[in-house]
């Protein structure tokens, strides 16, 4: 009598514990691993703004970044599966990566950009400043550009609609930290740089904006539109293989977008620390459109197909592509 006693003392001893367990918080249980390819610029303001604020922590997930410098790293590390998640992936590089292997960058927010939301733009030193007005002054100069073959036949895009051919003026990739000290050196003229690189120029006397929101104005036809150059992708393989995972790393980027959305001014002061922004200029770093590719709207959905079918156009991507294939609703 006893023993059974005793066993039923035991027995009753780890039931509770294993309830005690089920019933444990989320951050008390082991989070839920994430690597996440992160491109430290402004347009990777969500994916801060939620490690910052715990949000992926209160939805029990451990985002691991790994910071990669443009498109082509993430597209590398999204094919060989060594990220899940790439925070911050240039569209036309990331329906490239489509074509070539399906669904490896399945996109589930979109990062607007134009006129108003800034973001790529066409810089020219400050020596140069009386001299370039208009793109069209960028002819018999040389130019830098952002890295990656989107950025590059982009501008380069951009500058034949305004009657620039090859040969009218000379243009190369840099990397986005060197962007700022070139300029200021006078290695290149100008160039189709990006936040808050153009920021810092202005800021330090290094040059000067000469066009802004240039996808939205020459490719989409109003400057007004929403260029949606980059977003955050997943592949397939995490949405298949964890999809609980997945969805909570997608809900906690949505509750990003909507801070964002509602405090931009204290939003903005995520990008200080985390990204190549300096505490100085970060107050008026442009912001971007963020949204989830679940909340865009078919005028939206339009604008995005454009810009795919000029990713056509340029040779970027190879293919024409229906965008609607490579958008992940959670």
């Known amino acids: 009598m006893k023993m059974f006693s005793q066993s039923r003392r035991q027995l009753l001893a780890t039931a509770f514990a294993a309830a005690t367990l089920l019933s444990l918080p989320a951050a008390a249980q082991t989070p839920d691993t994430v690597k996440v390819g992160v491109f ?88 140069l400043v009386d001299k370039v007005k208009t ?75 000469v066009e802004a929101g240039v996808i939205a104005k020459y490719i989409l036809g109003d400057p007004k539109a929403d260029a949606y150059a980059a977003g955050c992708a997943f592949t397939t393989d995490f949405i298949t293989k964890r999809p609980d995972v997945a969805k909570r790393f997608a809900a906690a980027w949505a509750k990003a977008i909507i801070y964002i959305n509602a405090h931009p001014d204290e939003a903005r002061k995520h990008l200080a620390k985390n990204t190549m922004t300096p505490d100085n200029v970060v107050d008026t770093v442009p912001m971007l459109g963020y949204i989830m590719t679940k909340d865009m709207s078919p005028v939206q959905l339009g604008y995005l197909q454009k810009f795919a079918d000029f990713g056509t156009e340029i040779g970027v991507v190879p293919e024409k592509i229906d965008v609607k294939t490579v958008l992940k609703a959670f």
Do not use: C, W
């Not at 790439?86 to 589930?108: C, F, H, Q, R």
């Not at 002819?139 to 500058?159: C, D, E, R, V």
């Not at 200021?184 to 100008?190: I, L």
């Open 40 to 127: 430290p610029i402004s347009s990777s303001l969500p994916y801060f703004v939620a490690i910052d604020l715990g949000y992926f922590k209160e939805l029990n997930i451990e985002p691991e970044t790994i910071k990669l410098m443009g498109g082509p790293p993430n597209v590398a590390a999204l094919i060989t599966n060594q990220i899940e998640v790439s925070a911050v992936l240039v569209t036309l590089e990331g329906l490239n990566a489509d074509i070539k292997k399906p669904g490896v960058a399945m996109y589930v927010a979109m990062h607007s950009q134009n006129a108003q939301y800034k973001m790529e733009q066409f810089v020219v030193r400050e020596g």
């Open 135 to 209: 793109l069209k002054d960028f002819k018999g100069l040389k130019l830098m550009s952002a890295p990656g073959p989107a950025n590059l036949n982009t501008a380069k895009g951009i500058l034949a609609k305004m009657g620039l051919k090859d040969g009218d003026y000379t243009i190369d990739q840099l990397d986005m930290g060197q962007h700022v000290n070139a300029l200021k050196a006078g290695t290149f003229d100008g160039g189709y740089t990006l936040e808050p690189s153009a920021t810092i120029m202005q800021n330090i006397g290094a040059g000067k904006t």
